[in-house]
Structures are given as structure tokens and as C-alpha cells.
């Protein structure tokens, strides 16, 4: 019994004090919204949020903006579309060509394709020899073809000959005397007979 009695007095000063607080409308609340996110926006819809006043209990709902666009990435030959919308959002990149060469028409640095409208450039090729064809030594083709000789002149002991691979040809060169003797071989000058036969 006396537990009842205690209860209802207690609800009582709660009712009582209830009474006397101020009780705030909607129209004069100065609202603080709690916001949750009912629909997500995308690139190509709003999306809306709905808010309870923490105070009065009234609710709004706004709109949020846009979303991104869920693009993929641009390539030489394929702009770079949304994957929600399908609109085009960034363009192509275009091939990026290099300087073509002997055996490149010019590669695309990002993709690698060889331009289709580009022109080789002519082979570099080295001067070749007797012993060695001629070859471009920018891509090495050879082109089978062998280069001169390097001759060498003739003396009065042997005829111009080449000095890579030994081929001869015309014959000796005379001798260069001076005072009866050759500066080259040392043979004496039959012709002039001042020197003693020990300087031979």
C-alpha cells in the first residue's frame, strides 16, 4: 500500500512540473536536424536526405548533389565514358609518336602500335671494306656487299697491296736513291761507282 502511495505522488510532482515547461512548436523552433541519406545521388540523379529535428520532432527532406562519374580511364584510341551514365568524360588521349628509324615508322610510347602514316627513314650504313660487308649499324642489316680495298702505296720492294687482305697489285715503284744508295731497300746505284764496294 504504501509503495502505491509512494508512486503516485512521485507522478504526480512529474505531472506537476511537466505542466509548468514551456512547450515549444514547430513553428517557433529554431530546428537541429539529425540527417540520414534515404537515396544516394549518382552522376546523373539527386539524392535526397531526410532530417528529424532533435528538438521538436519535425522532419525535412533535401536533395544532395550529384555524384562523380564512375569513368574509366582515356586511352590513345578510346575516350574515357561513365560506366553509370555512358557519357563521354574525358577525351582520347592520342598516340604519342616517336621518330621513326630503318626499321620503325615512329611507336606509340603509351600503347606501342607503329604509326601507320609514318615513313622509315634511310639506313645508316658503315663504309664496308674487302673484308666486311657494308651493314646499317642502326638496325644491322647487311647488305651482303663487300667495300674497297685499302691499298697502300708501292715501294721499290713490293706493289701497292692492301692492308686488311694482302691483294697486290700493278707493280714496285723505283728506287729512291740518294748519294748511290736507295733510302728505302739500301740497293746500291749501279749507275754511280764512288762507293766502295765494303758500303754495299
Known sequence: MKRTQTFLAILLVVLAVSAL??????AECAHTYSWITTKEPTCSSYGTQKGTCTKC??????????????????????PGVCKTCGRTI???????????????????????????????????F????????????????????????????????????????????????PHQFQNGRCIVCGRRDDLINSLPDDDM
Open 57 to 78: 520532432g519535425a522532419t525535412a527532406v533535401r536533395q544532395i548533389s550529384y555524384g562523380d562519374h564512375n569513368c574509366n580511364e582515356p586511352t590513345c584510341e578510346k
Open 90 to 124: 574525358k577525351p582520347k588521349l592520342g598516340h604519342s609518336y616517336g621518330a621513326p628509324t630503318c626499321y620503325s615508322r615512329g611507336t606509340c610510347s603509351r600503347c606501342g602500335q607503329e604509326n601507320p602514316h609514318g615513313s622509315y627513314t634511310s639506313h645508316k
Open 126 to 173: 658503315t663504309t664496308g671494306s674487302c673484308v666486311n660487308t657494308k651493314k646499317c649499324y642502326v638496325c644491322g642489316y647487311d647488305t651482303g656487299k663487300y667495300g674497297g680495298h685499302s691499298m697502300q702505296p708501292a715501294t721499290c720492294t713490293k706493289p701497292s697491296t692492301c692492308s686488311l687482305c694482302g691483294t697486290t697489285s700493278g707493280s714496285t715503284a
Open 21 to 26: 515547461l514551456p512547450v515549444i512548436s514547430s
